[in-house]
């Protein structure tokens, strides 16, 4: 079972184009899946959908969060395609197995009012309140991913639009609003210190910031904001994609500005709200 599983993840690398983060859970998520099998004391070639309900069982008894299953079951689901493509398997077990609804694994989504206090506490007069300000404000005014902030450099900004580089090596272009821009301007006018490499956040030493610094910051803004909800740098993701649709913003427009690859993807923001549905029917159709 070891080497299937590095084979799986060879294949994850030389074909997929997958981040380095995305493979590295992808190939967690198989192995601990084939350590309970293993434990199970049973072969993949015996498998069947009950052993896979079993192991869903298994997840939920740890307490799993509910997008952490959905990826497990995304990364088993993978495995087995490969497993059948590759000649492994003669039958992929999984491949008529549903994931479960994608509306249910919405995270927390902020208001616009709570947006602006957990943005309210960044405060501009030192280098960390000033640094963390303007990525709070890109990350809600882009909505891109915590791991695309990180990677960017002075020269991916400029007056109306931001350069992320995205999943699988794929870069987009996104608008930038007013409040970003004057945030990042003021950051780097009075506090950048620029360090070995020319990424736009760094930390007090230079270096370019990481996702886990990024992601304590937002937990510690959002606690001094007095939020209850878990929050995130995924969470400014979401409520930038609910905030977009709400306002009327076409669905094809947001899948482009969050680099999903698929409409499926961004659909599942349709459900957080129905107030633009009912403004787009009231508003539109001949005999409301």
């Known amino acids: 079972m070891d080497r299937l599983l590095q084979t799986f993840v060879s294949y994850l690398v030389a074909e997929r184009g997958f981040s ?16 309970f099998v293993k434990e199970k004391r049973l072969l993949l070639e015996g498998l069947k959908k009950e052993d896979f309900f079993d192991y869903l069982s298994f997840l939920q008894t740890k307490k799993y969060a509910t997008s952490s299953t959905y990826r497990i079951m995304v990364s088993i ?11 492994f398997l003669k039958e992929n077990i999984v491949q008529d197995i549903d994931l479960p609804k994608i509306w249910q694994l919405i995270p927390s989504v902020l ?30 005014a882009t909505g891109m991913r915590v791991s695309e902030c990180c990677q960017l450099k002075i020269s991916d900004v400029d007056d109306a639009f931001v350069r992320v580089h995205g999943k699988g090596r794929k870069d987009r272009i996104i608008p ?37 610094t990024i992601w304590q910051r937002i937990k510690w803004y959002a606690k001094k904001a007095g939020i209850e ?10 409520s930038f994609a609910t905030h977009l649709l709400e306002n009327g913003a076409d669905l ?37």
């Open 252 to 288: 094809r427009l947001i899948q482009e500005m969050l680099g999903h690859e698929d409409v499926a993807t961004t659909d599942r923001y349709t459900h957080v709200s129905k107030s633009h549905l009912s403004r787009a029917f009231d508003a539109f159709h001949p005999r409301p």
């Open 229 to 238: 909800k878990n929050i995130s740098p995924h969470t400014l993701r979401h």
């Open 77 to 87: 689901k993978l495995f087995f395609r490969f497993l059948k493509r590759e000649g």
């Open 176 to 212: 930038i609003g007013k409040s970003a821009l004057e945030a990042i301007d003021y950051y780097l006018l009075h506090y950048y210190q620029k360090g070995t490499s020319d990424s736009l956040f760094v930390s007090r030493k230079g270096k370019p910031i990481d996702r886990q």
């Open 111 to 140: 208001s616009m009012e709570e947006v602006e206090r957990v943005l309210a506490e960044a405060k501009p007069d030192c280098f960390i309140g000033s640094r963390d300000r303007a990525i709070l404000e890109l990350l809600y």
């Open 20 to 35: 380095s983060h995305t493979i590295e859970a992808y190939g967690k998520d198989v192995r601990y899946f084939l350590e």
